[in-house]
C-alpha cells in the first residue's frame, strides 16, 4: 500500500459524457501527478500540481483539467470522452520540495470505460 | 520529439541474472528511472539516475550514460516475483515526463 488513494476503482460511462476521478496523496506529500496508460499508449504524463499550483504539463488533451485543492486532494476532470479514452488513470504523489526529483509513489488506479 | 526503446519482451531463468536496456534521444534531460509494474497493478520506484555510473540498490542496480543516450536495469539472483514489466522514463527539464514502453520480464523456473 503506498498511501495514495484514488476512487473510482472502476468507472464505466458513454461517450461524450464527463467524469471526474479523485486522488488523495500520502500524509505530507506536496506534489500530485496524473498520468494515463492505455494497452497501445504505455504510461503517458498528463499534468503535475504542486500546493495547489500547476507545475508541468505533459501529453494532456484539451477536454481533461485538473486541480489540486487545499487540502493537496486532486481531481482529474475528464469531458466529451471517446472510446479512446479507456484507460487505467494513475495519479502519485511525492515530497517535491526545492525542485528536487522525489520518489512518485503511485496510487492503485481508476480503470475507465468509455462505452 | 521524445523516443524511448526499450526491448518489448525478455524471458529469464530463475537465480539467473538479466539486463533490460534503454536508449532515448530527448530534447533535455534531467534524470532518468525506473519502475516495476506488475500486472493490473501501479508502478512501484526501482531507481533514478542523475549522473553517469552505476547506481546498486540491492538485487537491482541501474547504470546511466549521458553521452550515449544509454541506461540498463540489472536484475540479479532472478526470482519468480521479478516477473513483470519495467519501465524506463526520462525525467527532461521543465519537470516533465517520458516512459518508454515498458519491458515485460518473464522469469522460468
Known amino acids: 500500500d503506498s498511501g495514495v488513494t484514488q476512487t473510482p476503482k472502476h468507472l464505466i460511462t458513454a461517450t461524450g459524457q464527463r467524469v471526474t476521478l479523485r486522488c488523495s496523496p500520502r500524509?505530507?506529500?506536496?506534489?500530485v501527478y496524473w498520468y494515463q496508460q492505455s494497452l497501445d499508449q504505455g504510461l503517458q504524463f498528463l499534468i503535475q500540481?504542486?500546493?495547489?499550483?500547476?507545475?508541468a504539463k505533459g501529453n494532456i488533451l484539451e477536454r481533461f483539467s485538473a486541480q489540486q485543492f487545499p487540502d493537496l486532494h486532486s481531481e482529474l476532470n475528464l469531458s466529451s470522452l471517446e472510446l479512446g479514452d479507456s484507460a487505467l488513470y494513475f495519479c502519485?504523489?511525492?515530497?517535491?520540495?526545492?525542485?528536487?526529483?522525489?520518489?512518485?509513489?503511485f496510487g492503485p488506479g481508476t480503470r475507465l470505460t468509455v462505452l | 520529439g521524445q523516443n524511448i526503446d526499450q526491448p518489448t519482451e525478455m524471458t529469464a531463468t530463475e537465480g539467473a541474472i538479466v539486463q533490460i536496456n534503454c536508449t532515448y534521444q530527448?530534447?533535455?534531460?534531467?534524470?532518468l528511472f525506473w519502475y516495476q509494474q506488475h500486472a493490473g497493478e501501479a508502478p512501484t520506484f526501482l531507481s533514478y539516475?542523475?549522473?553517469?555510473g552505476l547506481e546498486e540498490k540491492g538485487r537491482f542496480s541501474s547504470f546511466l550514460s549521458r553521452s550515449k543516450g544509454y541506461s540498463y536495469l540489472l536484475l540479479k539472483e532472478l526470482q519468480m516475483k521479478d516477473s513483470a514489466s519495467y519501465l524506463c522514463?526520462?525525467?527532461?527539464?521543465?519537470?516533465?515526463?517520458?516512459f518508454g514502453p515498458g519491458t515485460r520480464l518473464s522469469v522460468l523456473p
Open positions: 502519485a504523489s511525492s515530497v517535491e520540495t526545492s525542485g528536487a526529483y522525489n520518489e512518485q509513489f
Open positions: 500524509s505530507g506529500d506536496l506534489s
Open positions: 500540481y504542486y500546493n495547489g499550483e500547476e507545475r
Open positions: 530527448t530534447s533535455g534531460f534531467n534524470g
Open positions: 539516475n542523475v549522473l553517469d
Open positions: 522514463a526520462v525525467y527532461l527539464y521543465g519537470q516533465n515526463f517520458v
